[in-house]
């Protein structure tokens, strides 16, 4: 069935949070059902048995110890009855932020979902495999299972040991995460990014990062896109927005002076892009959020 390999990239802050969790258990002729549009993440934990399921034009075959993370806004359907008795553990959970879907080789980070635009692209990116191997023994459920347990608890501290069990989960899947303590890419990236965060004020040019990094700037963007998605000067321009949105809401600076404290050159472009990615101009945006 699928080969291909994609991973699902989650922008954070905010943190995906969890709704529920269940446990399923087929026998042999039993289906998965068909579901368009479920409106939140499903992410499937199989401990025994083999489950056989499709999301659009895509197949997948999931043994004992495997992973699959379904998406909201796709068709799921049984690709074929199972042929042994097959249990999983289900969980959903919704992402309030920027997601979107990368496959090997060409489609980088491209966002999906956007319910809040007042949160900013986080320098952060989840990136979890769609299709993948639970950490661990093949088979069990770890956190699942702890979360099975907590969600037949009704009190309010659950809550919260339910959050942290299912971000601990993320963290184990999170291919970021993974990546071996020398990897070039990921060591390169970081070090990127830990200086557009520290010089973006400054007019940085593609040229100014590798003078300053010692790399040339194509090496550069192949990092940058394969650990978070976006190249440099993508990057760059997030954080000014982000920091131009802060700046709106904690200052009663002018657009001009917001712009030009975040390194934009004029402050028409600065409303353009402003109002591009958060859906309104910059005055607006203050109205709106410190009434």
Known sequence: MEQEASEICLAAPPFPYFTECGRSVYQPGDRHPNRSNLGMFDLILVEKGRLFIGEEDRQWEVSAG????LLPDRYHYAVRPCTEETSFVWIHFRALAEWGVRTDGDTAFVDRESHMSRYATAPYTMRLPQFGTLPGVPGSSGEGERLLRLQERSLSGAVWERQRLFEQLLRSLDLR?????GSPAASVAERTERYIRAHYAKPLTGAALSEALHFHYNYLTRC????????????????????ARLLLLRTESSVASVAEQVGFETAPYFSRRFSERFGVPPLKFRQRYTR
């Open 177 to 181: 995460g993974r990546d071996p303590s």
């Open 66 to 69: 495997g992973t699959l993370l």
């Open 224 to 243: 940058m896109k394969r650990v978070n998605g976006l190249t440099p000067m993508e990057y760059l321009e997030e954080c000014r927005l982000e920091q």
